[in-house]
Nanobody
Framework: VQLQASGGGLVQAGASLRLSCVAS????????MGWFRRAPGKEREFVAA????????RYADSVNGRFSISQNNAKNTVYLQMNSLKPEDTAIYYC???????????????????WGQGTQVTVSS
């Protein structure tokens, strides 16, 4: 599977951005797709994920209510709509696919094996 993330940018606090992650190469059916982020000097952290079959979602507490993850099956694409952005959302955002088909939505990056190249999101105050 190859993952291509895009949509990052520089915005002011309170603005919105939509990230996209296009998957090619293999089916996503049965897997979960996740978004993670890594801020400067910090560990990578889970942001949101969606189970491709069924559309079940899961969010980190820090973004719940502001971010929304969705999918387009026809385009093999997962989106992360980010609203009410805060300076602390500044990070490189990565999309990833789980190692195995799963009925769960893991939040550990260790459960994901295919990663996109990352897209920079910078939120100014």
């Amino acid at each position: 599977v190859q993952l291509q993330a895009s949509g990052g940018g520089l915005v002011q606090a309170g603005a919105s951005l939509r990230l996209s992650c296009v998957a090619s190469g293999r089916t996503l059916s049965g897997y979960a797709m996740g978004w993670f982020r890594r801020a400067p000097g910090k560990e990578r952290e889970f942001v949101a994920a969606i189970r491709w079959s069924g559309g079940t979602t899961r969010y980190a507490d820090s973004v719940n209510g502001r971010f929304s993850i969705s999918q387009n099956n026809a385009k093999n694409t997962v989106y992360l709509q980010m609203n009410s952005l805060k300076p602390e959302d500044t990070a490189i955002y990565y999309c990833a696919r789980t190692k195995t088909m799963t009925s769960d939505i893991p939040t550990s990056g260790l459960s994901y094996d295919y990663w996109g190249q990352g897209t920079q999101v910078t939120v100014s105050s």
